[in-house]
């Protein structure tokens, strides 16, 4: 992998990318350290430690939640309409159409995911700013406006941050965002632990004990995201005038984590809503019986967590990967999988295949998202650096060596596969 980096920057217009990508996550980082005007970020700090989702957003911020800067927000918002996006196009004919229609269709679906960022941006950071209307110094309209606007305005920024860097840069911009969001956190989370063992809370084999978890974690993750079942197809050799087409052999790939993080962000988000909603009346019997049953530290919690995550697994997959339209496709282009007959036949076994390996990536999905709290009640560590930061960095990661291995095989250089 090292030598890959150093052939990486012997090419002047890979060095250049590099260069660049580099400079506008400077930038970021730059701007997650801007306040934004009118909050007191001790406030702020108190009201993170109520539930895991505020840590997690703190994480994929790189810190810019906790010190409520420009960037609090960070990129999800763009993550979310892509993702709504990617649903609607599904669901919706005249886009499903669209993004049938090559680049023009699929500048369209960019143009309507940037307008929907701004619509839920502007949607979250009404709903944050009444949310922590507390934190606020002297909450007038005016000044809960500027925050409002100031929130909406660097959501929008770090999106075309990231179409700048996926455009002229290396990887993908916005995952690169918030991959350097998670790593940055990282010398937060070494000062912390040293807190942590300094005033008794844990010692120093929890801390060796976490740290050997996280690599053990880190493992799995790779070979989960590069684990697939490779399923063998066959095409039929045609003959056109005097020129035969066809009868190579291929396969299709079934990947282990076909569906990434989607499942775990989306089990999150359901689960923290009646916390977050129960924060807004500390002094009602919603609010106890939130604390008394919805802990996320509690049996009740961890275990919907698991459900939700493998349900929500199936269901992203299904939206991602069609067995009938694949099926459909090798019928049309004289291909089959060996031992089974086109058709109905295809889509059936694939379906089998699918869900037996789905079933094995959801429960893989659960372990990671459950492992946190597990080694945060062993080691004494409260940490929210776990096992879904992990898989987004380490995701993140493989998929920019392998676009910088892919620009160097262009250029007949030697990756790092050999």
């Known amino acids: 992998m090292f030598q890959t980096l150093v052939n990486a920057w012997k090419v002047d217009d890979i060095r250049r990318r590099i260069l660049y990508t580099l400079g506008m ?99 979250q950071a009404i709903g944050m700013t009444i949310g922590l209307r507390s934190a606020v110094i002297n909450p007038t309209f005016f000044r809960l406006t500027v925050i409002v606007i100031t929130l909406t305005a660097g959501t929008t920024f770090l999106m075309w941050l990231g179409e700048r860097i996926t455009e002229n840069g290396l990887g993908n911009g916005s995952s690169l965002i918030i991959f350097a969001g998670i790593i940055s956190r990282i010398p937060n989370m070494i000062y912390l632990t040293h807190e942590y063992i300094k005033a008794g809370t844990s010692n120093i084999f929890g801390a060796i004990a976490f740290v050997v978890a996280e690599l053990i974690m880190i493992v799995l993750i ?4 590069e ?20 009868g ?84 049309k282009y004289g291909g089959f999988i060996p031992g089974i007959r086109p058709g109905k036949p295809t889509t059936e076994y694939l379906t089998k295949v699918l869900n037996r390996i789905v ?39 493989l998929d920019t060596m392998k676009q910088i291995e892919g620009h160097l095989i262009m250029r007949n250089y030697q990756g790092f596969l050999k």
């Open 222 to 225: 790779i070979l989960a995201t």
């Open 25 to 123: 996550l400077v930038i970021f980082r730059l701007g997650s350290h801007i306040p934004v005007p009118g909050i007191d970020p001790k406030q702020i700090a108190n009201i993170l430690g109520q539930g895991q989702l505020f840590g997690f957003f703190d994480i994929i911020s790189g810190g810019a939640f906790r010190n409520f800067t420009i960037f609090a927000m960070s990129i999800v918002p763009y993550i979310n309409a892509s993702i709504i996006m990617q649903l609607l196009t599904i669901a919706i004919p005249s886009l499903e159409q669209l993004a049938k229609e090559g680049e023009e269709g699929r500048k369209k679906i960019a143009q309507y995911t940037r307008y929907l960022t701004v619509v839920l941006a502007l949607i």
């Open 359 to 397: 079933f094995v990536g959801a429960l893989f999905l659960a372990f990671i998202a459950t492992m946190p709290v597990v080694l945060m009640n062993v080691t004494g560590l409260q940490l929210y650096f776990g096992g879904t930061a992990l898989l987004i960095a380490v995701g993140v990661a």
């Open 248 to 331: 190579q052999s291929t396969h299709i790939p079934i990947r282990i984590n076909m569906a990434g993080v989607i499942p775990i962000i989306f089990a999150i988000s359901l689960l923290q809503f009646p916390q977050q909603l129960a924060t807004f009346f500390p002094h009602s019997s919603f609010y106890n019986f939130v604390q008394k049953w919805l802990s996320t530290n509690g049996l009740i919690y961890n275990l919907l967590d698991i459900f939700l995550i493998i349900g929500f697994t199936y269901f992203y997959t299904a939206v991602i990967f069609n067995p009938q339209d694949i099926s459909d496709n090798l019928k």
């Open 227 to 246: 684990g697939q079942r490779r399923i063998p197809v066959q095409y039929a050799k045609r003959v056109v005038g005097r020129r035969v087409y066809g």
